[in-house]
């Protein structure tokens, strides 16, 4: 707020005519007496509401009254020492100094000392000129005060420099103007030197004009220091410039008054930083330092942003370093809260990269230095740090400041290490990353070691909106960087010196979910070594790194982005082969064979290629039969058929850890091949939507075609495609993105296989009434699961708020897929679109009378690419998932017309039966509100499919059964026969005609009339009599269903009876896993003994809850009858071998097992008391 008031307060100044701002400036300045002008010189005036710089105030360095002009030269120094320790500021006014200066009009004198720099004061001097003329008179007539021995700096104050209105005219005019100034400049250097002075600025007050700044210092030979033109005479100090100068060469991009940006070159030219750096004089507290950082670090981005379109950046592009000076020192802080400032910094970083990590990246920042001062006696210097290199946690370093205020060294607050100029300085790893992060962003990627970084920030998102900033963990990732050495897999960071086109690393991961840790295996391709081809050596570290994330059951995340298999040729022959041609005079006769001299043959390796010698002319040639490229060099990693071997062999491993493990694939940049096919086989993907999946490129097929075709990537295995056919589960647009949906996939997925799904505190409370409701009418099924606002007011779903993430919503699209949580507790769900659907089939570039063509899918209604996502869906959640299952079962039936016959909708539906048979967690199947579930449809999904995990339960306002009520009508009533006879039966005049007709009556006509009348009414009732047999009683006594449930109470019922359901089975899992031969139902039954008692004193409504909730308390009593059962089955099994040897044998064994048992007793350690 207290920014916002600054900038509209600034733009309505700026708004202002200047004539106005002078008059309101020089009211100021008669008005201020000399005592308060500190005051002025260092407060934004909010409460005059106006806002003044040092620009304006030079305005009134030639102002007739002496008063004023006094005034303004003392605001101008103030102003610009701001943060200095000033004081004894007074106008020199001797008659020596005066009578021999007859051109100035004003002298000054103070003392200074830097920020922090408690000690001798130095000496400041400055003088007033009234126009550049005046200058020359110096050379001959300037007597500088001589009670001042030494003058550390001067300030020349021209108060009239002409300007022009044009631009690149006015910049003409300050180059020759600062030569001139220059020339004077040298002339007077002996005079410095005799005042030992150090420093000259000279401030251009130009006519319409904002005032040129000019630099001169001894140390540069009173020569212009061109790189500092136009900063206010004290910023170079206090953004550190000259320490940045001592290791980088600079070249200006941009300079502000208090802010620079120069490219700065190593000295050793291997590097390029973009430095941007400024200094603040706001004051800022510790209730708002967070925010003032983040707004400092934004500012910062805006200037980067503006500099990338400088000239000297063209086709250059590297890392940039922000650094920010705060100079008020920080109210009400010791020495003892340097470490909370760091927390403070640290925070305020995480939360910078978090919510503007794509512009980070986009900027190539590397660094983030902030220097503050803590409110110490004198005030203690406190550099915060972050860089990528450190995943951006902060590290904070008091400085140790020479006479000067330049610090020397510094000190870590946490380590007390001690740090040198050069340490500080010396280009991060980032920094030098910057040539490979250019090629990874070419071809539309980041580059694969940026991504632990993102997923720090990612990390840091999910953190934010779980918790507060206190209870973040410090450490978010830590990443092992695993490579090969020989044929073994080894931790060694490699920070990004690698030598392959593949990185792995082992990551732990402290997520909401699991904050003490998770680990995961991250497998990438590096675009930038080949790029990103599939060599053997890059197959063979997948290949183990995958095998690593299968033997530890922990999830394997891939990052696809490369050129497939390796292509390449024996190159070391390419300059020795000859050709033999058929007329050698004649090439277009064509030639014989490509051969080898017998001198180059000779230097050959051996296997380097397969030839057969032939003589010509008394020359001997080794005609080429095969080059097989074996021992050179060139063939290192594979160039042909042997990459294609290792792509077998990771196509195998995916599969593999596909069936095992959770397998996750993010398409970055693009994916060729076996790249491809690893994503496809991997099953699960996330496409960005620069990330194409293609077999071949574009070329190539055109070539096959003979004839110009495509054009792109994206029209082979963009998003338009892999999103429609369900390669894709998700789609995202840019890699930050990518990875934050990677850390949310994450959050529903175990710690290992072995493990439960991780529970979550879940804001919304699972007591919560569902109170969307499902209508008749068609609706969203997502409004169902998740919730919607309607008419201003939220209508919670079925899911916690905010917990649904839908995956293939572009595939498939009668049914809706996705995951989420109810009351904490993860789920994979599956459910249906009522409304009509669109499914989109693109024309094929390469058939020219191809179209594209929309085809009307209806709701309720399995097709055959939803069927094929369901049966995907499911396949998903039960692999490396472990998820509990929850289909609300709306459909009513399959589409069998003759298309969807073809395209194979049989075959689809009975994979959603393969799939549910092997599903080996809990299934819950839920009839919604006046959902229906129809034929086959109910078939699919019936529990009896696997009864061991399938559970099926109806709302009681749900339908199931065959046909829906106007089909079996039809059946029923045999086509309104027995309507008829019902309509004879029930209605009273229908009863009289008949008895009429009995008696001879001619009644025909009426009755007739009569049961045309009455059919359409009759009709519903035996719709309604054939519905009356699918409703959820029925359904319940013949044991169809588990229980028929209410809607708003759904969520928590639902809850624990999956809660308790996942817990049992996990326990029943476990001892299957630790008793050999041990049947599901026999484990079950074993857990319902285990927890009966607690069952039946909970009686049937709380049992759910009651037995969850005690088998997540009293893990040790578990385990223990675990162990229990494990020995007696090794008992049973031992007497069942021992009973199974002849007679003879069985003495002698039980003999040698007594005798074990002595001997291992006799052996074994004492007991513990």
Not at 722 to 734: D, F, R, Y
Not at 915 to 939: F, Q
Not at 1122 to 1147: C, F, H, M, N, W
Request: proline share 5%; with cysteine.
């Amino acid at each position: 707020a207290q920014v916002k008031l600054l900038a509209a307060q600034l733009l309505t100044q700026m708004r202002k005519p200047l004539n106005t701002r002078r008059e309101e400036v020089k009211s100021m300045l008669i008005d201020t007496s000399r005592k308060d002008l500190v005051k002025v010189a260092n407060a934004h005036d909010t409460e005059r509401r106006m806002y003044f710089g040092l620009d304006l105030i030079s305005h009134f360095f030639s102002d007739e009254d002496g008063s004023i002009r006094s005034k303004a030269a003392e605001v101008y120094i103030l102003r610009t020492y701001r943060g200095y320790t000033v004081d004894d500021m007074d106008t020199v006014e001797s008659k020596e100094v005066v009578e021999k200066t007859p051109a100035a009009l004003l002298h000054l004198l103070w003392s200074f000392s830097p920020p922090g720099v408690e000690g001798p004061r130095k000496k400041g001097y400055a003088i007033i000129l009234p126009d550049i003329n005046s200058f020359d008179s110096l050379k001959t007539s300037w007597a500088m005060p001589p009670h001042a021995a030494e003058i550390a700096e001067i300030h020349i104050l021209v108060a009239r420099v002409p300007g022009d209105k044009s631009a690149m005219k006015h910049e003409e005019l300050v180059k020759t103007l600062a030569a001139k100034i220059a020339d004077l400049i040298s002339a007077l250097a002996p005079a410095f030197d005799a005042k030992k002075v150090q420093v000259v600025n000279v401030l251009l007050a130009h006519s319409g004009h904002n005032p040129s700044y000019l630099h001169f210092q001894k140390s540069s030979g009173w020569k212009e220091i061109q790189a500092y033109r136009n900063m206010r005479a004290t910023l170079p100090t206090l953004i550190e410039l000259p320490q940045i100068e001592s290791e980088y060469v600079l070249a200006p991009l941009q300079h502000g008054r208090v802010f620079a940006l120069d490219l700065g070159t190593s000295k050793d030219k291997k590097t390029e930083v973009v430095f941007a750096r400024g200094a603040s004089h706001v004051s800022v507290g510790t209730d708002n330092f967070e925010s003032s950082v983040i707004h400092d670090l934004l500012t910062s981005c805006d200037f980067l942003e503006r500099a990338l379109l400088n000239p000297l950046l063209d086709k250059k592009h590297p890392q940039s370093q922000v650094f920010m000076h705060i100079l008020p020192p920080i109210p009400g802080t010791t020495e003892r809260d340097v470490k909370y400032m760091r927390t403070l910094f640290s925070s305020a970083v995480q939360r910078f990269v978090a919510d503007y990590g794509p512009r980070v990246l986009k900027l190539r920042i590397s660094k983030l230095e902030m220097k503050v001062w803590v409110a110490s006696s004198p005030p203690t210097p406190l550099r915060l740090v972050a860089s990528g290199t450190t995943g951006w946690e902060a590290v904070a370093f008091t400085e140790t400041l020479d006479e000067a205020g330049i610090p020397k060294s510094w000190t870590n607050v946490e380590t007390q290490e001690k740090a040198t100029v050069l340490e500080m300085l010396k280009p991060t790893a980032e920094t030098q990353r910057g040539t490979k992060r250019q090629i990874a962003r070419s071809a539309g990627s980041t580059y694969i070691y940026d991504f632990p970084m993102l997923i720090r920030i990612s990390l840091t998102k999910a953190w934010m909106q779980y918790a507060s900033a206190d209870k973040i963990p410090s450490k978010l990732v830590t990443a092992t960087e695993l490579a090969l050495e020989g044929d073994e897999l080894v931790e060694r960071d490699q920070a990004g010196n690698n030598k392959i086109g593949m990185v792995a690393w082992l990551l732990t991961l402290h997520t909401p979910e699991y904050p003490n840790g998770r680990e995961i295996i991250l497998i990438g391709n590096d675009i930038t070594i080949k790029g990103g081809s599939f060599g053997t050596v890059e197959d063979e570290l997948f290949d183990k790194a995958s095998k690593l994330a299968r033997a530890k059951g922990i999830p394997r995340i891939y990052i696809a982005c490369n050129s497939g298999a390796r292509i390449g040729g024996v190159e070391e022959l390419k300059s020795v082969v000859q050709v033999s041609w058929v007329n050698k005079d004649d090439p277009m006769k064509g030639f014989e064979y490509l051969y080898i001299s017998d001198d180059e043959y000779k230097k050959l390796p051996a296997e380097s290629v397969q030839s057969h010698a032939v003589t010509v002319n008394g020359e001997t040639r080794h005609v080429l039969d095969a080059i097989i490229g074996k021992n050179l060099p060139s063939t290192k990693g594979g160039i042909g058929v042997e990459c294609l071997q290792g792509s077998g062999l990771i196509a195998g491993e995916t599969s593999r850890a596909y069936e095992e493990t959770f397998t996750l694939s993010y398409a970055t940049g693009r994916s060729v091949g076996i790249g491809a096919y690893l994503n496809r086989l991997g099953q699960r993907n996330i496409q960005m939507v620069k990330g194409a999946m293609i077999l071949t490129g574009p070329e190539p097929l055109n070539k096959l075609m003979g004839k110009q075709i495509y054009t792109s990537q994206d029209q082979l295995g963009g998003p338009h495609i892999m999103v429609p056919n369900g390669v894709t589960h998700e789609l995202v647009q840019n890699d930050q993105d990518g990875v934050e949906a990677i850390v949310r996939w994450l959050s529903f997925v175990p710690t290992t296989v072995m493990a439960l799904p991780p529970m979550i505190r879940s804001a919304d409370p699972v007591s919560r009434k569902v109170q969307f409701r499902p209508t008749k009418a068609a609706y969203d099924p997502r409004h169902m699961l998740g919730g919607v606002k309607v008419d201003g007011s939220w209508q919670g779903g079925w899911c916690d708020e905010g917990s649904f993430h839908e995956y293939m919503g572009g595939w498939g699209k009668t049914v809706v897929v996705g995951r989420g949580r109810c009351g904490g507790l993860p789920v994979g769900i599956i459910a249906v679109e009522t409304r009509s659907m669109e499914k989109h089939i693109p024309a094929d570039p390469q058939e020219p009378t191809s179209r594209d063509v929309i085809e009307l899918q209806a709701g309720q209604v399995w097709y055959p690419d939803s069927a094929y996502k369901t049966a995907q869906a499911i396949r998903d959640f039960n692999r490396g998932e472990g998820l509990p299952l929850v289909i609300f079962a709306n459909w009513r039936g399959f589409s069998g017309g003759t298309r969807d016959m073809f395209a194979e909708v049989l075959k689809y539906g009975a994979m959603i039966v393969d799939a549910l048979v092997d599903y080996k967690h809990p299934v819950t199947i839920y009839i919604p509100p006046n959902g229906e579930l129809r034929g086959g449809a109910w078939v699919v999904l019936d529990p009896k499919i696997n009864e061991e995990s399938i559970e099926m339960f109806a709302d009681v306002d749900a339908r199931g059964g065959i046909l829906e009520p106007a089909g079996a009508a039809e059946i029923v009533f045999k086509k309104d026969k027995q309507v008829v006879e019902m309509m004879h039966r029930v209605d009273e005049q229908l009863r009289d005609l008949n008895a009429k007709k009995t008696s001879g009556q001619d009644v025909a006509a009426a009755i007739q009339q009569r049961e045309k009348l009455l059919l359409p009414l009759y009709q519903q009732v035996s719709q309604e009599y054939c519905d009356l047999h699918d409703r959820c009683p029925r359904m319940k006594s013949l044991g169809a269903i588990r229980e028929g449930l209410h809607w708003a109470d759904s969520r928590s019922y639902l809850h624990w009876r999956i809660r308790r359901r996942v817990q049992e089975n996990s326990v029943a899992r476990r001892l299957m896993r630790s008793v050999t031969g041990i049947s599901y139902q026999q484990a079950t039954a074993i857990v319902a003994d285990l927890v009966k008692g607690v069952a039946e004193a909970a009686g049937k409504a709380a049992e759910d809850q009651a037995v969850a909730t005690w088998i997540e308390e009293h893990a040790s009593e578990v385990d223990a009858r675990l162990e229990l059962e494990r020995q007696k089955a090794t008992e049973d099994e031992i007497y069942r071998l021992v009973s199974s040897l002849p007679a003879a044998k069985r003495g002698e064994l039980v003999r040698d097992l007594v005798g074990y048992s002595r001997v291992a007793g006799a052996f074994a350690p004492p007991a513990r008391t």
